[in-house]
């Protein structure tokens, strides 16, 4: 008996074409079912239709059943309480002040007595381990800890099935990781359905007992994970989406079964392929260029009494390369480059660009024009009710915003990647010389990083050095000239992605976990593709 | 018994209330005496006040009681005559009369505003309407969230490569634009906040209002004791009993029975917050003396 099924959903928004079509899948009680798809695929809005609350406007056939009955037939409140919905952004769906408020929000509003409450909320925050946090302002909690509150407030409510819309990404890993736990947790002790969609799923796949996969509003495939794993593992829009292992061996063409955890994936190869050849030709060192960006010995700290964020950092960006500043949270990368864009002054030290001091003595930070700096939220940019707008605040129509179809929408409706296309577009208007960018892959589909990507390379060619923070150590393995690894405000290791990454134990990619001590310097897919291929198959 | 501060938030506002309505009302300088006296100690006993907020307040108070008598020339006892105009006694009196019955309620609210943190504020609101709680508690929110991201934006502009604006009209033109930005981000991240408040059940029923406070027997002890007290001031402000004049000369303090009542009452109710604040201080020192 299945818990929820559905059946020839389609769903068209009033005055356009069919949004989704022809969807059936089902999900049994406490199972995980992952969904997968680029942005723009129709996962957010098949999920919304799942709740009735946040249901579009439009017209829907087909049938969905929940726990036997239409969902259609559930009270408000039975509707409200147990079908619950995470969103993306941790910041914006959180609705009051204190972390108990919070917890307590939804039982508030289905009216129950006060004991009821009180001891829901508390054992919920047990649960969850929020007992520290319980009094403490919402604003005062990171990024992990707000989704994992909002993840709390919705589980309060004691629902039975979960909807979670790309719930981790807009966090760092290892929170994003611990999210993924919770929500296993919930589904394997409570028999909890959830249904969750994700751009990542590095994390989520190993856990998910089946997977529906989109396209374009179609359902492309669905059934157990690993068998709907090899029937999309030709889709070139998906591939870029799940992890590693399973790009690794569509690329190479296996026979099932398809591995998934980087475990499995380091077994794939080494029953496979051989290891003669054990690392790749190194690419010569680049030219010794000029240096773009130095800092020496820099002390910053935010205020009087509190601790220093940068203690001597030191760190040497060369002329026309990607660099990429790896590190955990709270490891002052940020404020590293909020220094070199000039946005914050040091107490101590020498900033200097292209060989010029940043901050000249009791005078403001003279930077004109060579450095620009793009921010994590890239609509703190956007200020105008067009994109042609936009575009025009910084002068001519940009060269970078080749996406002529896109000019007359609002900026809050594009996707997250053509947001950050137009954000590009406008920092790069002043032609800088030096681009910083803050997390530049937070939220972004597997297209939408295949286009950042190649769009930094560009730029990189035309010379314009690129340095980028980041938690996303895939992103910096594939784009990354130089990487480098920040801890407390000091920079421990710099190298190129393949040697520090492969000298990193935990810090590191996928590919790196599964070739350890089989191959060496393998830090990208492409790398264990091309040393797989240079080997051959083992027994023939 | 807790200390005062730790009494259910409905307690310490009725008590507040309670020592601060008769001084407001009443000139009465006995009153206005016991009141000021009542509020300046609980500041004292919870350490509410800087030295700083001492000596202005004591500079307020004098400020205050100088400002009357050069407007007011009222009253027979002239002291002196400046520009013709009599400088009087009784003005001068009645300026200090005036400043304690401020200075009162300035104490009294000061306590008050740093007792009720967030938490207590809200508590005391959602006994009164639970809607308008949860506008307070998503304000409470909200603001900080606000002015954090205007931060953001100021420092992305900048970030972008827009030079820090010299000029007013430059300024001007940045300040637009920021708001600009800003108004857009709080419509769209309120639709967010509005889903996922429908997602939560929002609007399904009438809403309860959960809060940390318990409601217990000497919470009640409180109010009662704070209403019960204020009971004989009331009835004689009413009554006239504790009426008081300063001009054109000073009556003299009413002193019958009613009055002597209202005037031991009042006084309780004054040092009521003092002494349980204190007797909690005093009682946690003695138990930590012997853990």
Redesign the interface.
Known sequence: MEFLTVKDLSFRYPGSAEALSGFSFSAGRGEILLLCGEAGSGKSTLLRLL?R??RPKGTLSGSILFDGRPIEALS??EA??SV??V?Q?P????????V??EL???????????DV??RR?AETACYFGLEELF?R???SLSGGQKQLL?LA??AV?RPSLLLLDEPTAQLDPISAAAFIEAVVRLSRELSITVLMAEHRTEEALPHADRLLALSAGRQLAFGETRRTLTEIGGCRGLIGELPAAVRLYARLGGTPPCPITPREGGLFLRERYDNRIRSLPEPPPPPDTGEALSLRDVFFRYGREQPDVLRGLTLQVREGEIFCLLGGNGSGKSTAL?VA???LRPYAGQVRIFGRKLFPARA?PC?R?S?????Q?V??????ETVREELK??GETSLFFDREELLDRHP?DLSGGEQQLLALA??L??E?RLL?LDEPTKGLDASARERLLSLLRRLRDNGVTVVAVTHDVEFAAEAADRCALLFRGELLSVGTPRRFFSENGYYTTAVCRMTRGYYDLAATVDDAEALCRANGRIGR | MRAFSDCHPAAVAVCLLCAALPPMVSMNPVLLLTALTGGLLLLLVRRGATGAFLLSSAGLFLLLAMINPIFSHKGETVLLVINDRPITAEAILYGFAASASVLSALFLFRSFTQIMTSDRLLCLTGMLSPKTALLLSSALRFVPLFSAQAGRVRAARRGMGLARPDSPAARFRENTAVLSTMVTWSLENGIVTADSMAARGYGVGKRTQAGLFRFRRADGAVILLSLLLTLPTLVGMMSGQLAYSYYPALSGIPLSLPAAAAYLSFGLLSLMPAALELRGIVKWNFLQSRI
């Open positions: 709740k609350e946040l408000d409140r409200a309480s619950g919905y969103m952004n910041e914006y769906q959180i609705v009051t002040d204190k108990w408020h307590a929000f939804g039982l508030e509003n289905l009216g129950l007595p006060l409450i009180r909320v009094e302002p919402v604003s909002s407030s919705v409510m909020s864009a000039g946005l403001e930077r024009g450095v620009a700096m793009l921010p939220d609509t703190a940019l956007f200020s105008a605040e910084r809050y406008k920092v208007a002043s800088p910083l």
